[in-house]
């Protein structure tokens, strides 16, 4: 039993690393969206591979049945966080936002300010 907590655990923590990276490279533009969704759900699907094996080898001991149980769950998951993840999702630069954000903030702060911001 401790094995596959610790099987799972670093089954989880590689997960989390790899949809990180995922993300990363998706909002640096260096990947596209069919490609972030396709990466997000594999390393999803791979988070849940530890446990579900575990249970389908307890519950339906060894053999094809046990195999073909693991797999549905598994593409189960896949499909499922596949088909939901948003459609498209705005890329988006820290620091304009950071800039914009500070200069309005800026000008709330310092009421006579907020002509200069506008000025152009």
Not at 33 to 39: E, G, L
Not at 97 to 115: E, I, K, M, T, W
Request: charged residues 10%; positive net charge.
């Amino acid at each position: 039993m401790l094995e596959i907590f610790v099987i799972q655990l670093i089954a989880a923590v590689l997960g989390a690393i790899s949809t990180a990276w995922a993300d990363w490279s998706y909002n640096a533009a260096r990947i596209g969206r069919r490609f972030h969704a396709f990466w997000v759900s594999v390393s999803v699907a791979l988070i849940c591979l530890p446990v579900v094996t575990w249970t389908s080898t307890v519950f339906l001991g060894s053999g094809l049945l046990k195999q073909a149980a693991a797999s549905i769950v598994i593409a189960a998951v896949f499909f499922g966080v596949h088909r939901n993840l948003p459609a498209s999702r705005a890329v988006r630069k820290l620091s304009s936002d950071v800039a914009q954000h500070s200069s309005a903030s800026s000008a709330l702060r310092h009421p006579g300010s907020a002509d200069k911001l506008f000025s152009g």
